[in-house]
């Protein structure tokens, strides 16, 4: 079941950021080209209404933004500055590790239950988007998904931690797919590229097999 709320987490914002950038350019593309006096095309452009474009990506990116802090939360993504906590004897730095993250759990479990309320009451209303027309409730939904997801994500990363002593970390420098090559078995003058220098001296002991 986790592994399932963690690739849906993952389908969610890949999904959203792709079709949001996918959106923009059309639009951009559409706004420029009913510019041009070109005969039949640029009638059949203008009969094109793209102003939806705007909001909807708008839209898109709030969610992908909170879906985004939840996955950030997991992942161990997210900045925080624990210089001072790492000096702190084992025990003690685990304290102050769990305050922290059921302080998160607290402050995402309220923001997530007065957006619920705030939901509750714009679904009273008829009010509704200036272009798309989308129910307003329906747009402000993220807030509590969004908290309640992350509020879940800070607890079960402090449970983890409570457990193993281990918090997740993420490698800026890992690509998924690509092996792991060790500083010892690369050579950059053998490298095809322009960002490191192809002398000759090591060039030649690359070229003969020999690694100076």
């Given at each position: 079941m986790l592994k399932f709320l963690d690739h849906l987490e993952e389908w969610l914002i890949a999904f959203l950021i792709g079709a949001a950038t996918l959106i923009i350019f059309f639009a951009v593309v559409h706004r420029y080209a009913a510019g041009l006096p070109i005969p039949v095309v640029q009638d059949w452009l203008l009969t094109i209404n793209m102003s939806w474009a705007q909001e909807l990506c708008i839209?898109?990116?709030v969610w992908m933004a909170k879906f985004g802090a939840a996955y950030g939360v997991r992942t161990g993504i997210h900045v925080g500055v624990d210089v001072l906590?790492?000096?702190?004897?084992?025990?003690?730095?685990?304290?102050?590790v769990l305050f922290g993250l059921f302080a998160g759990a607290l402050f995402t479990v309220i923001?997530?239950?007065?957006?619920?309320?705030?939901?509750?009451?714009?679904?009273?209303?008829?009010?509704?988007?200036?272009d798309l027309e989308l129910p307003m409730w329906m747009v402000y939904m993220v807030i509590p998904?969004?908290?309640?997801?992350?509020?879940?994500?800070?607890?079960?990363?402090?449970?983890?931690?409570?457990?193993?002593?281990?918090?997740?970390?993420?490698?800026?420098?890992y690509v998924e797919g690509i092996e792991e090559i060790r500083d010892e078995d690369l050579i950059p003058y053998a490298l095809d590229d322009n960002l490191h220098p192809h002398d000759i001296a090591h060039r030649k002991g690359v070229d003969g097999g020999k690694q100076k």
């Open positions: 839209y898109m990116f906590i790492n000096q702190l004897a084992e025990k003690n730095r685990m304290r102050f923001v997530g239950t007065l957006g619920a309320a705030f939901v509750w009451h714009m679904a009273q209303t008829d009010q509704v988007s200036a998904l969004g908290s309640y997801l992350m509020c879940f994500r800070f607890l079960q990363v402090a449970r983890t931690f409570w457990m193993t002593g281990e918090l997740p970390h993420h490698d800026h420098g």
